[in-house]
Each structure stands twice: as C-alpha cells, then as structure tokens.
Nanobody, 123 residues
Framework: QLQLVESGGGLVQPGGSLRLSCAAS????????IGWFRQAPGKEREGVSC????????SYADSVKGRFTISRNNAKNTVYLQMNSLIPEDTAVYYC????????????????WGQGTQVTVSS
C-alpha cells in the first residue's frame, strides 16, 4: 500500500528554520515526482515546491523562493523541504504528494497524499 508520511513540523519563531521530511513506504520513490503543498486556515491549498523523479528539476512558489529548498534521497525513499527565514505567513499544514512523472515533469496532478504536518511560525 502506497503511503506518504510527513514529519518535522512544529512551532518556530520568525526567522527560524525547519526541515520537513516526506517518507514513502510501500513503493519506491524512484519513479515519482514529489510536490510539497500547504494549506492555511481559511485559504486554498497552494503548491510550495516540487522536484522531478531524478531530482534534476525543481520548482518553487514565488513566496518561498530563496528561502525553501527541496531535495530528495531516493536511497532513503525520502524527500525533504528545508525551510529557512520562516515568516508568520508560512504557517499552514504542509502536505507532500507523489505521482509518477517522466523526465523533468514536476507540477500537475498528484494522486497520492500524506496526512500533513503542522508548521506554525509565531513569536
């Protein structure tokens, strides 16, 4: 059974950092592009970042460019989202999602989702 589990969320002060992990079980991530999404209370879910199956192509929302970095370790079947210089507007539930994609494909449809991890940025 394909499963994604996010971890690493928590409470952090503005300017702080967190690293989120997305661990896959029941399948190998080698053929999957991974996306990170977030949803704040009362707002629509938005795409934060995504990474192609090889890791050679990445993409970021304008709101997180230069602050967030996505990476993957296929040997560990895990994708990471390093979040630096966090601001209160980054507060949300963060989800990772997976879908088989080819080449440098990154965004688009994602069929498998994790349960999410809460990130709260507050002083």
């Amino acid at each position: 059974q394909l499963q994604l589990v996010e971890s690493g969320g928590g409470l952090v002060q503005p300017g702080g950092s967190l690293r989120l992990s997305c661990a896959a079980s029941g399948f190998t991530l080698d053929y999957y592009a991974i996306g990170w999404f977030r949803q704040a209370p009362g707002k629509e879910r938005e795409g934060v970042s995504c990474i192609s199956r090889s890791g050679g192509s990445t993409s970021y929302a304008d709101s997180v460019k230069g602050r967030f970095t996505i990476s993957r370790n296929n040997a560990k079947n895990t994708v990471y989202l390093q979040m630096n210089s966090l601001i209160p507007e980054d507060t949300a539930v963060y989800y990772c999602a997976a879908e088989v994609k080819y080449g440098s494909a990154c965004w688009g449809y994602f069929g498998s989702w994790g349960q999410g991890t809460q990130v709260t940025v507050s002083s």
